[in-house]
Every structure is written in C-alpha cells, then in structure tokens.
C-alpha cells in the first residue's frame, strides 16, 4: 500500500483507524489505504472496521480504500440526537464520499452496511460506479431472531448482570463463523461490549435494527443500474444463503456467488477468497445496466 497508514492488523492488537472526522456532530474514526479508483467499506454488525483488516492490503494494491466505523460502532461516535440505525449511517455515507471529495466511488457492504451503502445511493442520492453486497442484510426479516428477542425484552438485557451477558454475546459471536475465531480475534470483537457500559452500547445498536429502513430500499432495488455483486457465506447461520439469489434477482444484472466454508463474518473465514472476488470484481470493465 503507498498509502500506508497506522490501522493496526495483528489479531492481539487493539485495531484502531488513524483519522477522526467530525460528520453530523459525530467523531467518525477512519482511514484512507493504497492508490487508484475509491472503494468505500462499510461494516455491519456486530463488528467495526476490523472487519476488513484481511481485506484492506490486497484491494489496496489497486485501489484507494476508505474505511470507516460506523457511528456508535467501533471508535466512532453517535450522531447527536440521531438513533444508532441504519438511515443515519447511510447520511453519514454520503456526508463522508462529499468530505473525501469522491465523484463515483465503489461501496461495498457487509451485514447491516450492505443496507447501508444501497440506501446512500437510493436515498441518498450517492452516485457510485459499482456496488458489492456481502451477507446482506436488506431484505426482510434480516434481524435475527436473537435481536428480535434483545428487542422485545431490552428492559431484561439492559439491567442483567454483566458477566452473564457477556456470555449470552459470545455465544452469538461464535455462530457468526463457520471455523471458530482465534480466541484473540474474538476478543477483539468483543471487547467494545464488555463492562455495562459495553453492555449498553450492544443494545443501543441492536434497539435501532428496524426493517423499515430497509423497505423503501427495497422498493427501488429495480432500478440500480451500475454492476452489482453479491457474496454469500455459504454457511451464513444469521442470514441464509437463499437472501442472496432473491437479492440477485431484484436487481437488473447483478450475479450473487457463495464463500463454501465461510459463514456470515466471511471476511474471517475465508479473507483471501473475499479479497479475490472484491479485486476482480473492482477491476472488471463491466458495463453498468
């Protein structure tokens, strides 16, 4: 990368981003990697920029990439006054593309940033010149069945005590892969959720998963005209690998492949292969539609 930067990429390590931009009121934690066409990454949840860290290096190599944690995520900051949701993130977006001065960048989404990075071109009006969706999720019902009961009881989860949630966050996070994580690698996940100040921050991200963000997305999925890739974990326990094939078939052209092994933190599973896919796809001269 000729653009190096200090975002740390060793598993033991406390993975932070070296910039801090102030957007909307909020402190957004990012980092700007390599040379070339943008690509913007968008993580989902329950995860940060770290995320990528695999990822980063390779598309670097003939890219620019633009990383950032979403607010209330990772060292990034709440919006004042603005739920930790999806709408917000995706104004936060096209807030952070206007600020890196990016005509048409590629945005990729991972989780809750796929819904992310369509409603910032949808809604938003973000003009992009290709899009990636990883385990997206856009379509309903994409809030686990695990959320949905956090959401139904948060009174319950809110005053548990601490080290029994933390149990309850960890036992999730194991289902997020098909391998299991190395113990410094889930840790470093974990650690933003930890204490009850963590605790709180878990349930205020997961109070604000709201499909209804997601339906007027939906409802214009007909009309992307710029190439679309899907990449599934084909052994997503979150999100079925059926999402994608539906996903693919609401939007003009796009083509949906699957990771075999990896489930919905794919990027952890299987980095190399997601890194490949992501740099082919970039590099294609694929027309839009």
Known sequence: MTRQQTASTADTDRWSLPDRLTIGGATIAAGVFGDGPPVVLVHGTPSSSYLWRAVIPHLAEQNTVYVWDLPGYGDST???????????????LA?????????????????????????????????????????????SPWVTPVA????????VYRTMPTHIFQRIIEAHLDTATHRSLPSSTAETYLRPFTGPSGQQRYLDQVQ????????????????????????????DEWLDRS????LASRIPGARAAFVPGAGHFLTEDAPDRVAQVLADFLAESRPAV
């Open 208 to 235: 604000y998963f709201d499909e209804r963000d997601t339906d007027d997305v939906v409802e214009k999925l007909g009309t992307v005209d710029v190439p679309v890739q899907i990449l599934w974990g084909a052994d």
């Open 78 to 92: 709440s919006v004042p006054g603005e739920p930790v949701a999806i709408h917000t993130h995706a104004r936060v």
């Open 95 to 139: 807030r952070l593309v206007e600020h890196w001065g990016l005509e048409q960048p590629a945005l990729v989404g991972h989780d809750i940033g796929a819904a992310t990075v369509l409603r910032a071109h949808l809604v938003e009006g973000v003009p992009v010149r290709r899009i990636a969706l990883l385990d997206a999720a856009v379509l």
């Open 148 to 155: 949905q009961h956090m959401q139904r009881h948060l009174d």
């Open 243 to 246: 999402f994608a094939d539906d």
